[in-house]
């Protein structure tokens, strides 16, 4: 894949966009296949949709901002490159999951078993999931001007409101 850097214009961050949903599990369902998973392209498009939304629920998504309606989250849905370095993670440990999850099943049938337990891939999927809300919400530093000046701040630097403290 090859991804088109844009030039810093007036010392802003210019976005990079690491592609589409469905460019992206592609890459994906490819290095994954490599390693001897046998989890579908549909399984990992599932796991990049069902984690974008995850994603949206505590960012919002770099199309947004340029967007004028309501837009489908679907496999044409293009994810910024600092997006996808939150998401990556997450969606790497679903397929872990899924994987898991098959190879257990077979082994009930006679197959033999590698890789990861599906216990052992649940607890990186919960903990790369948990993970994701850490990393994506950010707020730019703010302050609050109250009109009151600086006679409400304690010698510490703590604001004080009211009540019995200081």
Sequence with gaps: ?????QPVVDGEYP???????????QILFEELQMSGYSI?????????????????GW??????????????LDISLPIAAYEWSFIE???????????AQ???????????RFGL??????????EAREKLPKDAFVAAPFSIDTGLG????TQNGYFWVGGFWP
């Design 89 to 99: 993670p997450v969606v790497r440990a679903h397929c872990a999951l899924l994987q």
């Design 150 to 153: 600086d006679q409400y701040v």
């Design 117 to 126: 337990t599906e216990s052992e891939a649940r607890t990186l999927y919960n």
């Design 59 to 72: 960012a919002a998504l770099e199309v947004q901002y340029s967007a004028t309606a309501a837009m489908n």
């Design 1 to 5: 894949m090859v991804a088109s850097l």
């Design 15 to 25: 976005s990079l966009t690491a592609g589409t949903i469905e460019k992206l599990a």
């Design 102 to 112: 098959r190879v257990e099943g077979s082994s009930s049938l006679g197959g033999e």
């Design 40 to 56: 579908l392209i549909d399984d990992v498009q599932a796991a990049i949709v069902c984690q974008t939304r995850y994603y949206a």
